[in-house]
């Protein structure tokens, strides 16, 4: 057996019950057999052993008390992954279905995805199975602050810095700085996603959704085609999904659908800027359901549905997917159906959105599939920038920081293309994006000796 199936087997036998990681790891070390040949010194430093463990993960209590005074006790993470190229750096996640899988899986996918950025930033993760669903501002404060009461003697801003994910928007990263900064009393760069009042960035909100189609414009440039005139699915309807809709219409696309974890809507129209900001206003203050942009503008609603069985049962034409929402919600079926119905180009906002067959039907059919660890980058190499800023005691205007982002996100693309090319396979965005941040963490490791 190969050093690269050993490892799959050992991560298999070893964190049995961690399918999302195992997932994760598995479609990335499946595609890193050629650095293995090409790369004898990787394997005598056992390079592919090591960079599936974490450096650390720590487990915490985080005990809180809602506004009817009744206790309640959640799970804190922190998966520091990989630190060789610079500072853990990743974000956190606060939903029920969080667990040590989940943010070991985000964990090993941000390493990844942080080298292709071009800056120095390592990777790490997470989070708490804490729903902030339902709660008020208040409890919400209670429990960043009792969330941040552990956390913040495992970060800094030379150390790990987290930023937002799911559940984790500007509200929380407000809380959560809040009482870093309290109880530490340090007004630095140690969370990015920050307020631009205390240090955070222009363009970070809007960053990962723009990345994405920066990212997407760029595959559909290799064949001539554009956004311009072409109808667009998006699924989720957060922070990634509501600047995906924005960037795409922006740039000429008819975006048709977009969805929560209760429904999804499919509005033929198209969703324009005014409905845009409807659906910000919606989900960003007013924290309400998606199935009210329906009943305001008058469309379908498919209660309980994810947008990809709704495209599918429907038999609904789309030219380009952007899934947005989680892991794995976008099934073999469904990718079945996307390519039988003429979608000519993925490109992942979320992560690990598609599942490993979703994946194998997008590359069999030889239509464009831009990774999440590529495809989604541009929200972390944004926190990058909000670093950089916040080292230099300086911000960039909202041009500057924009024009950054495309730069970082074309230099990804690049990346991925050369690389996929120099191992033998042309085109193959899985190949490039996990070859090109492989090997230059790899390269980093190796110079350090083994520690
Ligand atoms: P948000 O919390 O802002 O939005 C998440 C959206 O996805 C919501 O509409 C939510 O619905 C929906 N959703 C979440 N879980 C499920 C589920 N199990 N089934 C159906 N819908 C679901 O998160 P983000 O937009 O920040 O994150 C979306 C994805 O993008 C995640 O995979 C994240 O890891 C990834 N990502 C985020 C980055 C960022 O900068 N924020 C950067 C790179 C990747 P509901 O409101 O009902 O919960
Ligand atoms: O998955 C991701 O890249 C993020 N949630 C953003 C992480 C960050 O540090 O900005």
Same mark, same amino acid.
């Given at each position: 057996?190969?050093?690269?199936?050993?490892?799959? $087997?050992?991560?298999?036998?070893?964190?049995?019950?961690?399918?999302?990681?195992?997932?994760?790891?598995?479609?990335?070390?499946?595609?890193?057999?050629?650095? #293995?040949?090409?790369?004898?010194?990787?394997?005598?430093?056992?390079?592919?052993?090591?960079?599936?463990?974490?450096?650390? @993960?720590?487990?915490?209590?985080?005990?809180?008390?809602?506004?009817?005074?009744?206790?309640?006790?959640?799970?804190?993470?922190?998966?520091?992954?990989?630190?060789?190229?610079?500072?853990?750096?990743?974000?956190?996640? !606060?939903?029920?279905?969080?667990?040590?899988?989940?943010?070991?899986?985000?964990? !090993?996918?941000?390493?990844?995805?942080?080298?292709?950025?071009?800056?120095?930033?390592?990777?790490?993760?997470?989070?708490?199975?804490?729903?902030?669903?339902?709660?008020?501002?208040?409890?919400?404060?209670?429990?960043?602050?009792?969330?941040?009461? *552990?956390?913040?003697?495992?970060?800094?801003?030379?150390?790990?810095?987290?930023?937002?994910?799911?559940?984790?928007?500007?509200?929380?990263?407000?809380?959560?700085?809040?009482? /870093?900064?309290?109880?530490?009393?340090?007004?630095?760069?140690?969370?990015?996603?920050?307020?631009?009042?205390?240090?955070?960035?222009?363009?970070?909100?809007?960053?990962?959704?723009?990345?994405?189609?920066?990212?997407?414009?760029?595959?559909?440039? %290799?064949?001539?085609?554009?956004?311009?005139?072409?109808? =667009?699915?998006?699924?989720?309807?957060?922070?990634?999904?509501?600047?995906? =809709?924005?960037?795409?219409?922006?740039?000429?696309?008819?975006?048709?659908?977009?969805?929560?974890?209760?429904?999804?809507? &499919?509005?033929?129209?198209?969703?324009?800027?005014?409905?845009?900001?409807?659906?910000?206003?919606?989900?960003?203050?007013?924290?309400?359901?998606?199935?009210?942009?329906?009943?305001?503008?008058?469309?379908?609603? /498919?209660?309980?549905?994810?947008?990809?069985?709704?495209?599918?049962?429907?038999?609904?034409?789309?030219?380009? #997917?952007?899934?947005?929402?989680?892991?794995?919600?976008?099934?073999?079926?469904?990718?079945?159906?996307?390519?039988?119905?003429?979608?000519?180009? =993925?490109? *992942?906002?979320?992560?690990?959105?598609?599942?490993?067959? $979703? &994946?194998?039907?997008?590359?069999?059919?030889?239509?464009?599939?831009?990774?999440?660890?590529?495809?989604?980058?541009?929200?972390?190499?944004?926190?990058?920038?909000?670093?950089?800023?916040?080292?230099?005691?300086?911000?960039? %205007?909202? *041009?500057?920081?924009?024009?950054?982002?495309?730069?970082?996100?074309?230099?990804?693309?690049?990346?991925?293309?050369?690389? @996929?090319?120099?191992?033998?396979?042309?085109?193959? /965005?899985? =190949?490039?994006?996990?070859? $090109?941040?492989?090997?230059?963490?790899?390269?980093?490791?190796?110079?350090?000796?083994?520690?």
């Amino acid at each position: 057996m190969s050093v690269i199936q050993d490892t799959i $087997a050992r991560v298999r036998q070893l964190d049995v019950e961690q399918i999302e990681f195992q997932q994760a790891v598995t479609e990335v070390l499946e595609t890193l057999e050629p650095t #293995a040949e090409r790369h004898p010194e990787f394997v005598k430093a056992g390079i592919y052993e090591r960079i599936v463990e974490p450096e650390r @993960a720590v487990q915490f209590r985080v005990p809180w008390v809602d506004d009817k005074g009744r206790v309640h006790v959640n799970r804190g993470f922190r998966v520091q992954f990989n630190n060789a190229i610079g500072p853990f750096k990743g974000g956190l996640r !606060f939903h029920p279905s969080v667990n040590m899988s989940i943010i070991k899986f985000l964990g !090993f996918e941000q390493v990844f995805k942080n080298a292709l950025t071009t800056l120095p930033m390592g990777g790490g993760k997470g989070g708490s199975d804490f729903d902030p669903k339902g709660k008020s501002d208040h409890e919400i404060m209670r429990f960043c602050q009792a969330f941040m009461s *552990e956390l913040y003697r495992h970060i800094g801003p030379e150390t790990d810095v987290p930023a937002g994910d799911i559940g984790v928007g500007a509200r929380e990263i407000g809380y959560l700085y809040g009482y /870093y900064k309290k109880i530490r009393n340090e007004h630095t760069g140690v969370l990015t996603g920050k307020g631009l009042e205390y240090g955070g960035s222009l363009i970070r909100p809007e960053a990962t959704g723009y990345g994405t189609v920066y990212f997407a414009a760029e595959m559909l440039a %290799t064949r001539g085609l554009d956004f311009k005139d072409k109808v =667009v699915a998006v699924s989720g309807s957060g922070n990634v999904a509501q600047f995906a =809709v924005e960037k795409a219409t922006q740039m000429g696309a008819r975006v048709i659908t977009v969805c929560d974890s209760s429904a999804s809507i &499919v509005d033929e129209k198209g969703i324009s800027p005014e409905k845009c900001c409807f659906i910000m206003d919606l989900k960003n203050n007013r924290r309400g359901r998606i199935k009210e942009y329906a009943q305001k503008y008058d469309c379908v609603c /498919y209660e309980g549905e994810n947008v990809w069985d709704v495209i599918r049962q429907q038999g609904i034409k789309v030219d380009i #997917a952007l899934p947005c929402a989680t892991q794995n919600e976008l099934n073999a079926e469904n990718a079945a159906a996307l390519v039988r119905n003429g979608c000519f180009c =993925v490109a *992942e906002g979320a992560n690990m959105p598609s599942t490993p067959d $979703a &994946v194998r039907a997008f590359q069999e059919s030889n239509i464009l599939y831009g990774p999440g660890k590529a495809a989604n980058a541009g929200g972390v190499a944004t926190s990058g920038l909000e670093m950089s800023q916040n080292s230099l005691k300086m911000s960039w %205007t909202r *041009e500057e920081v924009d024009k950054r982002l495309l730069i970082i996100m074309k230099s990804i693309h690049k990346a991925c293309l050369e690389s @996929a090319e120099a191992y033998g396979k042309k085109g193959d /965005y899985v =190949v490039g994006a996990n070859t $090109a941040g492989f090997v230059k963490v790899a390269r980093a490791m190796l110079a350090y000796g083994i520690v």
